[in-house]
Structure formats: C-alpha cells, structure tokens
C-alpha cells in the first residue's frame, strides 16, 4: 500500500508495511522517531520504535536517504503533525545511504539539487513538481477527451521544417566525418538512413493539420526540439508540446478554446494538487522574504491561480498593443531595451509589461504583422477586402512567463499559401501533401501549440524552466 493510502486509514492496531526511502531520523533515549516518503504524496509517515523492538545494529543503518520496509501496527499519533504512526516491529533495509548522500535534511538550492539531477525527484519540492507536472498531464488528456478531440501522434523526425526558423537538431545515421558527398561537395542525403534530409521535430502541427481536415478536432502531445541556442529560464531544447488543431475553428473559437483550456487544466491542479501546491506557496513565500518589497509578487501562488482561473482573459490586437506600450512609462522614459514600433516582434520585456503592469492578467494578443508570423497563418483582408498587413495569428501571455500559447487561424486559400511559401523561400516540393490539403476540401481551421513546461512553471511558481521537466536538455547540459 502506498504512504498515501495508509495515511488516510482510521488507526485501530491493524498491522501495515511502509516501504520508502528515510527522510530523517530523531533519537531520544528510549525511542526513535522515522519518517519515511515514498513519493506519493508530500507527507511522510512516522514509523516509531521502541528501545528493544529492532536490533539496535539494524537501527544504525536506517539512515537519511536508506531505502526501508517497516511493519508494524498502525495507531493513533500522540504527537502532533500527523494523525497515525506505525509501532515498529520488524525492519528491513533494502538499500542503506551513508551519510555521503546529498540530499540531506536541510535546505538545498535548486542550482545544487540541478546537478544531482538523478536524486532531486527524493526532495519535498521536486516530489511536488513532478506529482503536479503528471496531474496537468492527465488534466490535459481529460480536457481533450471531453471536448471530443482525437489524440494524434504525430512524427518525430521529420523532413518539414514547421517553423521554418531552421533551429533544428539533424537525425542521420551518417558518422560525423565520413557522410558520402555529392560531386558539388555537399552532403549526400540521398545516402542516408530516409534518403533524405531529416531532423527532430519544432512542432506536430504540419502533420495535425491533415490529421484534423479528417477526424476535426486532434490535438498531439509529445516531445518537440529547439536547437535555439537560447539560455534563458524559459527555454529547452527538449520540451513537451500540446498542439490542437480544429477544423471549422475561426480566430475566435480558437481563443476561446484556448481560454477554456488553459483555466480547465489549472483549476483540475487546483482541485487535485492542493497540498502539494500549498508547499510551494510557502517555499515561494519564504523566499520573497529575502527580496525588497517592490519586486515581491502581489498574489500568493494559489491566489494566483484563482485568479486565473476566475477571469477573463484580455483580448486586444497587436496594433493596440502597440499603442498602450508607445503610451507606456517606460517607453516614455526609454526604459525598455529593445525600442517599440510597429512592426516589432514584441521582446519579453513588452509582454511583460502589458500582463503584468498594464492589464495584470492574461492576455491574448491577436493579428500579428505578417511579416513576423510564420507562413502558414492566413492573412487578414484590409478594410478593402485586399490583402492586409497582417495575419489571424494569437498568442497567448501570462503574468511571470510571457508567452505561454502561440497559435492562429491556418491559411486555407490554396492560391495565397502557396504564394506565402513562395515569398519565405520553401520549396513547394517539401511540402507538397501539406499544400494538396488546400486543393482537396480546403476548409477554415485553427490551432495553437502551448508549452508544457512552461504551463507547469506558472502553475508550481518555480522560476527556472529546468526545475519542471525531469531531464532538462539545454545547451551544454544533457548530463542526465
Ligand atoms: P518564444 O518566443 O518564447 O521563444 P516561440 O514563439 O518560438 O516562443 P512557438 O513556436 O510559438 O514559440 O511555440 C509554441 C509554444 O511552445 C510557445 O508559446 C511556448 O509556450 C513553447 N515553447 C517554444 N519554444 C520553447 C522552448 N525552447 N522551450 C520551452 N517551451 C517553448
Ligand atoms: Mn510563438
């Protein structure tokens, strides 16, 4: 039975077998006091053994970090903090840890549990952030399903480039210095493994797309790569993606849909994690102590959620967003680094801004200049009915992340995308079956693609992007 089970049995002398790994150890003289997790839930159980009980040899090895099975009868708690506790009669140490193991009972940096990236899920903060990462999982699948979308797998490697930004890791079974070349000197790719040039996805959309001009509404959910050599807290080479796609969906059923979606799976945390999230709203607490006043956040971390959770997001086009930031303060005063026109890909700065300053609250930002937006998003008439300078594209901001969804009503005209591909210098050729899409029962249809860790980080409070997936892949770090 799992910690957790046991914790919510009523104490009545009933014999139990505790197995988990040994948070600490207390001695007094005639009695030892053991609390053991086993991670499936933040509280641990007290296991208490009585001078005599256990050989006192075997009760030296019960040690921080030990791996334990404790059997014994289950009873009310007379101490306070916990409402039962298991008289020790017999003890089994599968595994002991010497006093060598990091993870120590006493406060860790996150830096220092990164490097012991293969012990940290054993911490209180990481057990909490891995149980609430799978229960946004779960919360994820459960939304889709109920909304009657179809989970759809799409590939891994790939020979389309989505975003056509080309930061993209090559998949090639070719060895690094001895790749055949073609008479011109280049790398000969009709050699390799697919016959062709191939790569880790940036995004299953290309793919969800024909998956949804069929089965409607699709989404995907898997890993997806960047080999954008961007350091920062809020980027990963390796990240989870969930990409939904919907035929029949315009510019505004994929906000709302996107709205809906983003509360649904917070509120399924805020219902199902709640001691969990009450832990990190304390270790979040703690450290806002330790920061001047201004730069502490204004909401706790559940009151946070709350309010996401209970309103409405604030819609405004990009143009708009413009005018609020060329009026802004810090515009006026030329604080932003990166100076604001229209025309600018917006810096985090500027996001940053319009949530947490100007509206503080989500903020959805739609009809982006072309020019800045990938070519599949379809393009905005001009109030002539002629093209427009910009396209049905949305992205989705939150307060302490930036953005957290980017996504847009596709190009369904056959004649204008293939125009679009054209002008941004793809081949037509290498995505032939994407382009058949608009000449065989092209029809309007929507989508969006919202980080995993990045919805995890919002939710947990962390800071660091590589505290919420298991194994971060960054650059120059893929030591796990
Ligand atoms: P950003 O501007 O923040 O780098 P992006 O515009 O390149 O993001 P999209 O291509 O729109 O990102 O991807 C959709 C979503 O995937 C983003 O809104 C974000 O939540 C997430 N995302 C993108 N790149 C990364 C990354 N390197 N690591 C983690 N999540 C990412
Ligand atoms: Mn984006």
């Not at 030990?66 to 289950?74: H, K, P, Q, R």
Request: proline fraction near 4%; include cysteine.
């Amino acid at each position: 039975m799992q910690i957790k089970e046991i914790l919510k049995q009523a104490p009545e002398g009933q014999q139990v077998t505790v197995k988990g790994w040994v948070k600490t150890k207390r001695g007094q003289a005639n009695i030892v006091f053991i609390n053991i997790n086993d991670g499936s839930a933040l509280k641990n159980i007290q296991a208490v053994v009585e001078a005599g009980k256990i050989d006192e040899e075997l009760l030296k090895t019960v040690t921080t970090g030990a791996a334990v099975a404790v059997t014994g009868s289950l009873v009310a708690s007379s101490g306070s903090g916990q409402a039962v506790e298991v008289m020790a009669e017999k003890i089994e140490v599968y595994g002991p840890a010497d006093e060598t193991f990091p993870i120590q009972p006493k406060k860790h940096s996150l830096e220092f549990l990164r490097e012991k990236a293969h012990l940290r899920f054993r911490t209180n903060v990481f057990g909490a952030v891995f149980r609430i990462r799978h229960t946004l999982a779960y919360a994820v699948h459960k939304f889709y399903h109920e909304q009657g979308f179809f989970y759809l797998h799409t590939p891994i490697i790939t020979a389309s480039d989505a975003e056509g930004a080309g930061e993209m890791f090559h998949v090639s079974t070719f060895e690094p210095n001895k790749a055949p070349l073609t008479e011109t000197g280049e790398i000969d790719f009709t050699q390799d493994f697919f016959g062709r040039e191939t790569a880790l996805t940036v995004s299953g959309q290309l793919e969800g797309e024909l998956g949804a001009l069929a089965l409607s509404r699709i989404y995907t959910f898997g890993p997806t790569f960047r080999a954008e050599n961007s350091n920062t807290s809020r980027h990963l080479a390796e990240f989870w993606m969930i990409e939904p796609e919907v035929a029949f969906f315009e510019l505004e059923d994929n906000m709302n849909l996107a709205e809906s979606f983003v509360k649904y799976v917070i509120r399924y945390a805020l219902e199902h994690c709640y001691e969990d999230l009450e832990f990190l709203q304390n270790r979040l607490m703690e450290e806002e102590k330790q920061k001047p006043q201004n730069e502490r956040s204004e909401l706790a971390l559940i009151d946070k959620l709350k309010f996401v959770v209970e309103n409405d997001f604030e819609r405004l086009t990009y143009t708009e967003a413009i005018d609020i930031l060329l009026k802004s303060r810090p515009a006026q005063k030329k604080q932003f680094q990166y100076d604001v026109a229209w025309g600018i890909d917006l810096q985090s700065e500027h996001e940053r801004y319009l949530v947490e300053k100007h509206f503080k609250k989500p903020v959805i930002l739609t009809n982006y200049p072309r020019d800045i937006k990938a070519f599949y998003m379809k393009q905005d008439d001009d109030l002539n009915g002629a093209p427009g300078p910009t396209v049905r594209a949305m992205d989705v901001l939150f307060p302490g992340i930036g953005e957290i969804i980017g996504g847009s009503q596709r190009e369904d005209s056959y004649d204008k995308l293939l125009a679009r591909v054209k002008e941004v210098g793809i081949d037509p050729e290498n995505i032939w079956w994407y382009l058949e899409t608009r000449k065989f029962g092209s029809a309007p249809h929507a989508g969006f693609g919202l980080g995993f860790e990045r919805l995890v980080l919002f939710v947990t409070g962390m800071t660091n992007i590589r505290d919420v997936i298991p194994f971060p892949r960054t650059p120059k770090n893929a030591e796990f």
